[in-house]
């Protein structure tokens, strides 16, 4: 059986933390910005951890396992 490809748009958007966790950036940062407050923008420069429910779709996709 051929191995499992990872999907190409979740390689540029996932990264995997030491402790096995998904890394993840912030959305509504690249244009319109305007508009938004200083704070905001600022907020949604660090990047965030994926959401437990969600976590097992995304590892599916990165091919890492169930």
Do not use: C, Q
């Not at 950036?25 to 965030?48: D, E, Q």
């Not at 429910?53 to 169930?66: A, C, H, R, V």
């Amino acid at each position: 059986m051929p191995k499992m490809k990872v999907k190409s748009s979740a390689k540029k958007r996932f990264s995997i933390t030491g402790t096995g966790k998904i890394k993840r950036k912030h959305a509504y940062k690249s244009h319109i910005l305007t508009k938004k407050a200083k704070k905001r923008k600022r907020n949604l420069t660090h990047s965030a951890l994926v959401s437990p429910g969600d976590e097992g779709n995304i590892k599916l996709i990165l091919t890492i396992g169930k």
